[in-house]
């Protein structure tokens, strides 16, 4: 069973599209996360959701829009998508956030390309 | 903000060789975990340092966390062509969110059989 599972695992789309990319943790986490990893591999946070509330929003364009219709769910929906989006986006999930002492979980990620 | 600084940016080593990262924060954390990314995977979770001056191995890896919690390394003995991959340290800032962790730019491992 994958614990942390994204779909789709590739997606290629013209600029301008919306599209949206779906996770789904099954490890019972409280809070779940939407990290963006471009071509030099940095990861930077996105967003982060403790039992379905909006806790970390970092300063991302407004054409993402995360939701989260529950705690095991996290969803990203990108409108007009631009060339500078695309990145692997990953999903993550972690037992109550970072201070008690848990890793996270990573998703396989999703290849956003935009052409 | 909180900036998380890892060198190098990358390493070649011959198998057999050892090999380590460092990791830099501006701000004093909380804890630090490391991470390694396989070529074409996602990050996976190592470990986790809390204490100052802790130091916790795993096989032939060795992590630990500076006095001051703002540094830490991750020291790999004798290393394998299995070792190859991005290696991520991740810290949570000390007066931070709780959800909030930043990762610093990785290590790229390559290992020449």
């Known amino acids: 069973d994958t614990a942390v599972s994204q779909t789709p695992k590739y997606l290629v789309t013209q600029m301008g599209n919306d599209k949206s990319i779906k996770c789904e943790q099954n490890l019972g986490h409280d809070t779940m996360y939407w990290y963006k990893q471009d071509s030099k591999k940095f990861l930077k946070i996105m967003f982060s959701?403790?039992?379905?509330?909006?806790?970390i929003n970092e300063t991302v364009p407004n054409r993402f829009s995360p939701k989260s219709p529950d705690k095991a769910h996290l969803n990203l929906h990108i409108n007009s998508l631009e060339l500078g989006d695309s990145a692997v986006y990953f999903c993550a999930s972690s037992q109550a956030g970072v201070r008690i002492g848990y890793g996270y979980t990573f998703g396989s990620g999703t290849r956003l390309t935009v052409v | 903000g909180q900036q998380v600084m890892q060198i190098p940016q990358y390493q070649h080593v011959q198998e057999g060789e050892d090999f380590t990262t460092y990791c830099n924060s501006s701000?004093?954390?909380?804890?630090i975990q490391w991470y390694k990314q396989r070529p074409g995977g996602h990050p996976v979770f190592l470990i986790q340092l809390v204490k100052s001056g802790e130091v916790k191995k795993q096989k032939r890896l060795t992590f630990q966390f500076g006095e001051a919690k703002k540094n830490s390394s991750l020291h790999i003995t004798a290393t394998q062509t299995t070792d190859v991959g991005t290696y991520f340290c991740?810290?949570?800032?000390?007066?931070?969110?709780?959800?909030?962790?930043?990762f610093g730019k990785g290590t790229l491992l390559t290992v020449n059989p």
């Open positions: 959701y403790n039992n379905k509330e909006l806790i």
């Open positions: 701000t004093t954390l909380s804890n």
């Open positions: 991740a810290g949570l800032d000390s007066g931070g969110s709780n959800y909030k962790l930043t």
